[in-house]
Structures are given as C-alpha cells and as structure tokens.
C-alpha cells in the first residue's frame, strides 16, 4: 500500500482559500487513483472529489462543486486539493485516500489513508 501524509490545513474566514496537499511514498502512485474525504464533528466521513490515476478523470461531491478542485502531479508523488469560497460547512477533518481502479467513491473502496488534516472556517 502507499503511504500519505496531508498538509495544508488551517483555519481561514468564510469566502477565503486553502491548497490541500497530499504527499504518497513509494514509485507507484501513478498506479492508484486518488481521493479527498472530510469528517466534521459528529458526522460521517464523506466524500468530497476523487481523481483518477492519470487524471484525466475527476469526481465532486455537490456540495463542492464549482468551488473546489482535485489535481495531482505524479512527478513529484504528489495531490491538491484547491479549496475556494469556503464557508462553515466546509469545516472538516480532511482525509487523503488511494486506491486501485477508479468508478466509486465511497470510504471503503479506498485501502490507504493519510492521518487527516484539519480545516476550520471561521464566519
């Protein structure tokens, strides 16, 4: 399995940005697809956006569409999230996950996770 590592959290007011990154070890990355989740208080993990392992494919939850943005540079073994018009309903723990094959998007399609990295939007 690879292993992840997210960084780029914080706290940030309402309408401002952050840049996600998620940083994998090992030379097969490009081989999994990529996925960003988000745990908030009390909540279930859910999805937020998944990008395939070349990306040429990509997947967003309603919720974010239009505001957020999955990218990744297989070069340097790295994926972003781009996070723009943020507001309280963003405020999560936000997970980076792989997995092989790509086409579903629940947490238990994906086997590798990273520790989780914590957004805070204040209004």
């Known amino acids: 399995q690879v292993q992840l590592v997210e960084s780029g959290g914080g706290l940030v007011q309402a309408g401002g940005s952050l840049r996600l990154s998620c940083a994998a070890s090992?030379?097969?990355?490009?081989?999994?697809?990529m996925g960003w989740f988000r745990q908030a208080p009390g909540k279930d993990r859910e999805f937020v956006a998944a990008?395939?392992?070349?990306?040429?494919?990509?997947n967003y939850a309603d919720s974010v569409k239009g505001r957020f943005t999955i990218s990744r540079d297989n070069a340097k073994n790295t994926g972003f999230l781009q996070m723009n018009s943020l507001n309280s309903e963003d405020t999560a723990v936000y997970y980076c996950?792989?997995?092989?094959?790509?086409?579903?998007?629940?947490?238990?399609?994906?086997?590798?996770w990273g520790q989780g990295t914590q957004v805070t939007v204040s209004s």
């Open positions: 990008i395939s392992s070349t990306g040429g494919s990509a």
């Open positions: 090992g030379r097969t990355f490009i081989t999994y697809a």
């Open positions: 996950a792989a997995r092989y094959g790509y086409g579903r998007f629940t947490a238990r399609d994906f086997a590798s």
